[in-house]
């Protein structure tokens, strides 16, 4: 079966700590996104990446990074420069570079909680 | 900004025709309205998209207005499992998921 996958579905995080989000896709697809959920509100982009070795700033990258080294792998960073980490994380992909007409594919998502 | 505007929330009866409203007034002629939902907890899940005619699929139909200035979603028949949140996005608001529409169906 193709698709995204994510995690853990949980994480939790201590005060000063960075932690790593993974997402993974086998759709082969170039392109792929983190968002950012805050309870009741809308989804905010955090980092794309159009291609391998290549990603770009979304609205709210501060206290995040990413690395995309392979196609299929795109993991999220959450710094200790991050205050406010608590959210809902979700990791799209596309088939092709572009954000204007490309269907995004969601994995289920990670919840990070600060201890 | 570019911005899409939904209303907060909408309510339907089972079984009866909803029809879910977006403005995107700063859209450009290559930016395609892509229309996505989502349940708690859950990844938003693709409905379906246009760029200038109506288009239909198996979940729902998008009639978009000759300017291209608005469109709408329309699930013909509701049922409980539609309810969810729904976004209207695209390139002209740099993919950004506002607050959406939720969708209430009632039994």
């Known amino acids: 079966d193709g698709g995204i996958t994510q995690s853990p579905k949980y994480l939790f995080r201590k005060e000063g700590q960075n932690v790593t989000l993974s997402c993974e896709q086998n759709l082969n697809h170039d392109a792929m996104y983190w968002y950012r959920q805050d309870p009741g509100q809308g989804l905010r982009l955090i980092y794309y990446?159009?291609?391998?070795?290549?990603?770009q700033k979304g609205d709210i990258a501060e206290g995040y990074s990413v690395s995309r080294e392979k196609k299929e792998s795109f993991p999220l960073t959450v710094t200790s420069a991050q205050k406010n980490p608590t959210a809902f994380y979700l990791c799209?992909?596309?088939?092709?570079?572009?954000?204007?007409?490309?269907?995004?594919?969601f994995g289920p998502g990670t919840r990070l909680l600060v201890l | 900004d570019a911005k899409t505007t939904q209303p907060n929330s909408m309510e339907s009866n089972e079984e009866e025709p909803v029809h879910l409203p977006c403005n995107h007034s700063?859209?450009?002629?290559?930016?395609?309205i892509h229309w996505y939902r989502q349940l708690p907890s859950q990844g938003p899940e693709y409905v379906i998209h246009g760029l200038t005619s109506n288009v239909n699929n198996r979940m729902a139909s998008l009639a978009i207005a000759e300017d291209r200035k608005s469109s709408t979603l329309i699930l013909h028949r509701a049922t409980l499992r539609d309810a969810a949140v729904y976004y209207c996005?695209?390139?002209?608001?740099?993919?950004?998921f506002g607050s959406g529409t939720k969708l209430n169906v009632k039994p």
């Open positions: 996005i695209g390139n002209f608001n740099k993919f950004y």
């Open positions: 799209a992909s596309s088939i092709a570079p572009g954000l204007h007409q490309e269907t995004q594919y």
């Open positions: 990446s159009q291609i391998v070795n290549d990603f």
């Open positions: 700063t859209i450009s002629g290559t930016d395609y």
